[in-house]
């Protein structure tokens, strides 16, 4: 499977997420769903600062495709922020990092299963 098709089918597809990346944790963007751009010091905060500096991001928040997220947690294990009715999970696998953001009326734990259960499964397969 491509790494497109894991944001169109495995994330988007669901109903649940909005727009989602994935990252690897070397940089550059692996797939991102359409429309979802992320700046090069986007991708930086995700990929050098978010899992390395978490007081930095849980200060600052986190910008993504030009829209700033508040951190309501970051961690070695995951970053979530929140704004209004949207919010992102960002969450490490092995090799790469998925990025992915839902919107009312889907609930952060909606949306939590299902961006971990792809983590999960990235994770089984070592990338």
Avoid: C, H
Avoid at 23 to 36: D, F, H, N, P, T
Avoid at 81 to 103: C, H, M, S, W
Wanted: hydrophobic share 45%.
């Amino acid at each position: 499977m491509s790494w497109q098709a894991y944001v169109d089918d495995q994330l988007v597809a669901t109903g649940k997420i909005t727009k989602a990346a994935i990252l690897g944790k070397q940089g550059g963007v692996w797939a991102a769903s359409s429309g979802y751009n992320l700046s090069q010091a986007e991708q930086d905060a995700v990929v050098k600062t978010a899992f390395t500096q978490p007081d930095q991001v849980r200060a600052n928040g986190i910008t993504l495709n030009g829209f700033k997220f508040m951190t309501l947690r970051a961690d070695a294990d995951e970053v979530i922020g929140r704004k209004g009715e949207r919010g992102v999970f960002i969450i490490p696998t092995n090799q790469a990092i998925l990025v992915a953001e839902y919107d009312a009326p889907t609930s952060a734990g909606e949306a939590n299963v299902v961006v971990a259960k792809l983590a999960d499964y990235l994770k089984s397969v070592n990338y």
